[in-house]
């Protein structure tokens, strides 16, 4: 399996990204898959995910209603909208899928 993220840069507070998560191997509709991030010094956490079909998200209370998480089955892919965003926003954010990591992709939201 190979999960690739990408979307991350630099943003001003109250900017907006989108990451993306592409994966490989068949069944993709059939797995949850969810986002995670990691500050410097802190440990990983989670940030949101998503079922197969994408009827049921889950995102957490640091996120809720700035972050929406979506998904493509027909392209692998899973999104994360983020807006709004803070400067603790700043981490590196994982894709798991599968059990699954890649290797990340880096939000820096600062002034």
């Known amino acids: 399996l190979q999960v690739v993220e990408s979307g991350g840069g630099f943003v001003q507070p109250g900017g907006s990204l989108r990451l993306s998560c592409a994966a490989s191997g068949f069944s993709f509709e059939y797995y949850t898959v969810a986002w995670f991030r990691q500050a410097p010094g802190k440990p990983r956490e989670g940030v949101s995910c998503i079922s197969g079909t994408g009827d049921y998200t889950a995102y957490d209370d640091s996120v809720k209603g700035r972050f929406t998480i979506s998904r493509d089955n027909a392209k692998n892919t899973v999104y994360l909208q983020m807006n709004s965003l803070k400067p603790e926003d700043t981490a590196v954010y994982y894709c798991?899928?599968?059990?699954?990591w890649g290797q990340g992709t880096q939000v820096t939201v600062s002034s």
């Open positions: 798991n899928y599968r059990a699954s």
